[in-house]
C-alpha cells in the first residue's frame, strides 16, 4: 500500500471515531435529561443509568482510537518517511480545532462525572439547564468543522 491511500485509510479511521465519538457527546446529556425528568421511577432511572455508563466507555474508547489515528494523521511523518503531514507552516488552523476539541472533551467529562454522580445520589442540574448543555456542543462542532475544512491561518 502506498503512503498516500495509507494516509486516506487512517485519515478515513479517525473521521470514522470521531463521529462516533460525537454520537456519544450529543446522546450522553440527553440521558441526563431523561435522568432528571424521571427521578421516581427507579426501573427507568436504573436502565439510563446502565445506558449512560456503556455509552460514557464507548465514548471514551472511540475518542482514543480518534486520537491516536489522529496523532499518526499529526506526526506520522516522523515514523513513516514520506508519510503526508499537516504539521507545516500555516497549520495555525490545527491548534484552534485542536483547543476546541478539549473544550468538547471537557464537556463529555461533565456530563460522565454528572452520570456517576446520579449513581451516588447527587442531583442533576435542571432539564432546562441539561438540555442548554445539550446544544453547545453542536457549536463548538461547526467551529471545528469549519476550521477542517477552511484551513483559515
Given at each position: ?57 464507548f465514548g471514551h ?46 464537556h463529555f467529562i ?44
Open positions: 500500500m502506498d503512503k498516500a491511500s495509507l494516509y486516506l485509510w487512517v485519515k478515513t479511521f479517525h473521521l470514522v471515531f470521531v463521529i462516533a465519538w460525537m454520537a456519544t457527546v450529543f446522546y450522553l446529556p440527553r440521558i441526563l435529561v431523561n435522568l432528571a425528568e424521571t427521578k421516581d421511577q427507579a426501573d427507568v432511572q436504573a436502565r439510563l443509568l446502565l445506558m449512560g455508563r456503556k455509552l460514557y466507555r474508547n472511540m475518542f482514543g482510537l480518534a486520537v491516536i489515528l489522529g496523532l499518526v494523521l499529526w506526526l506520522g511523518y516522523k515514523v513513516i518517511p514520506g508519510f503526508p503531514t499537516m504539521a507545516a507552516p500555516g497549520a495555525g488552523w490545527l491548534h484552534a480545532k485542536l483547543t476546541l476539541v478539549v473544550l468538547v472533551l471537557a461533565v456530563a460522565g462525572r454528572w452520570l456517576k454522580g446520579v449513581e451516588k445520589g447527587r442531583a442533576l442540574p435542571s432539564s432546562f439547564a441539561l438540555r442548554l448543555f445539550n446544544e453547545a456542543p453542536v457549536i463548538v462542532l461547526t467551529g471545528i468543522v469549519w476550521l477542517v475544512l477552511a484551513k483559515p491561518f
